[in-house]
């Protein structure tokens, strides 16, 4: 009976998180805020009033982009606007493609950027730099698109621009650090984009991959308006005391500083008059259809927040504590109870095995399961359906999970402090495999109780 309710419970797990997936949908997405009627293009604003776009204004519609999703995104623009479409080029994964009529697709490198990511993002480039005012062009941006759309600033390469982020990342700087260095290192991303545009009209729609939805954030913001400057980016290598750096970026940023060379485009500039920025997926929507998918299931539900951080073993902890103060006490909510979470977690690194942080939180969870009753259900999973670098979307656990990898010889707190979490549930059979999923808005975390 046990095992029986455990199967259902991981059956309903998986559906929960297969409908939090389905609406985020790049493709249904970018058609829930897009209308076209009446030669008139009326996009949805969020929290504010449509926008509408006269379309007898330009000669030309066009569509550019980068990113995981970004090509079921250009599908939905096709499919709206057809033939009127004269030209597409898009950046994306290793396999995250779609079959386009118009739109030409550049299959790239992520995490690590390529030399295809660069190429891909010249020509996009150089195509924008043509745009007049009778161009309308869509920007369709999604999570992955910072490494999807790498053209390094100047004389400065992609192995030069790699190894001063790994240095950052390595002393420890902020994600926020980092994305200021980035910016100030490239002539695609702060904003840069939208300076080669103008006068053209963009519509820049993203899908978000970042906690909080910052727009100058997702894929290093494009064509959003940067606050950052050389004289900050100066300040965070001192700070770290990065004296060692490549000639090129050091001449660079002294460019910078010594108003040689542009800043990156700020808010109150005429670049900005004719970008429009919306945000059309993100993880709330998700976390919300878990809700609804779970309390059609006959789950009482809560979604605890969107902006979830922090280590991920500290994060899992916490989660696994709820369950079993609804097992003990019925807080926060009596079962059958669907707990939600989302956001993104981090882990630090002190192993050398597979995995990513979706299966790290749930190896921690499942330590803690142990001494619950066989009706505890936690599932961790990226909406990209990529954990790390591995094939799987994340896992799924429950009280006996440790119990299996202890009857095949495996001792779960070695796999944990290995960060080996993928092959301990690869034998265990508690991946969460998806295959790639052509979205991105982080992650979905469950934990159900009956």
Same mark, same amino acid.
């Given at each position: ?21 389905? +609406?985020?949908?790049?493709?249904? +997405?970018?058609? &829930? ?30 569509? =550019? ?17 057809? &033939? ?17 009529? =118009? ?8 995490? %690590? ?34 490494? %999807? ?28 650090? =980092?994305?200021?260095?980035?910016? /100030? ?51 965070? %290598? ?47 929507? +998700? ?31 916490? /989660? ?10 019925? /807080?926060? =909510? ?6 939600? &979470? ?7 690194? /002190?192993?050398?095995? %597979? ?10 969870? +499942? ?53 080996d979490a993928y092959h301990f549930f690869e034998k265990t059979n508690d991946l969460l495999m998806t295959g790639p999923t052509n979205t991105n808005v982080m992650d979905v975390r469950l934990v159900l109780v009956r």
């Amino acid at each position: 009976m046990n095992e029986d309710l455990l199967k259902q419970m991981r059956t309903e797990a998986g559906e929960i998180f297969r409908s939090s997936l389905e +609406a985020v949908d790049p493709y249904l +997405a970018v058609k &829930s805020f897009i209308r076209v009627e009446d030669n008139r293009l009326r996009v949805r604003g969020e929290g504010r009033s449509n926008v509408d776009f006269d379309l007898a204004k330009y000669d030309r519609i066009s569509l =550019i982009g980068g990113g995981k999703a970004t090509a079921p995104m250009a599908m939905a623009i096709e499919d709206l606007f057809g &033939s009127m479409i004269s030209k597409g080029m898009i950046n994306v994964k290793f396999g995250f493609t779609e079959k386009l009529g =118009i739109t030409e697709i550049v299959e790239a490198g992520h995490p %690590l950027p390529d030399l295809k990511g660069v190429e891909g993002t010249r020509r996009i480039i150089d195509f924008l730099e043509k745009a007049d005012e009778k161009d309308l062009i869509f920007s369709l941006i999604s999570g992955g698109g910072s490494a %999807l759309l790498p053209q390094p600033a100047g004389d400065i390469t992609l192995e030069e621009k790699q190894e001063l982020t790994r240095n950052l990342l390595e002393c420890g700087a902020s994600i926020d650090e =980092i994305n200021a260095v980035r910016k /100030h290192i490239s002539s695609s991303k702060g904003g840069q984009m939208a300076r080669v545009s103008f006068p053209a009209t963009i519509v820049n729609l993203m899908l978000s991959d970042v906690v909080g939805d910052k727009m100058d954030v997702i894929a290093s913001g494009p064509f959003v308006p940067d606050r950052s400057t050389f004289k900050e980016v100066w300040d965070i %290598l001192e700070k770290y005391g990065l004296k060692d750096i490549p000639r090129t970026i050091e001449e660079h940023l002294r460019a910078g500083l010594d108003g040689l060379i542009p800043e990156t485009p700020k808010a109150n500039e005429s670049v900005f008059e004719n970008v429009f920025n919306f945000i059309v997926g993100s993880n709330i929507i +998700a976390l919300v259809a878990a809700r609804e998918k779970a309390e059609k299931i006959g789950y009482q539900s809560l979604i605890l927040s969107s902006m979830v951080e922090g280590e991920t073993r500290d994060v899992a902890r916490v /989660h696994a504590a709820i369950a079993k103060e609804i097992v003990k006490t019925g /807080h926060p =909510i009596f079962s059958p109870a669907c707990i939600i &979470s989302g956001g993104e977690t981090t882990v630090t690194i /002190h192993g050398k095995g %597979l995995g990513g942080r979706n299966q790290e939180f749930c190896l921690s969870a +499942a330590l803690d399961l142990v001494e619950l009753p066989p009706r505890v259900v936690i599932l961790s999973g990226g909406t990209d359906g990529n954990d790390g670098p591995t094939d799987a979307a994340g896992a799924m656990v429950d009280p006996y999970t440790i119990r299996r990898g202890k009857e095949l010889g495996m001792k779960a707190i070695d796999f944990l402090t290995n960060n080996d979490a993928y092959h301990f549930f690869e034998k265990t059979n508690d991946l969460l495999m998806t295959g790639p999923t052509n979205t991105n808005v982080m992650d979905v975390r469950l934990v159900l109780v009956r």
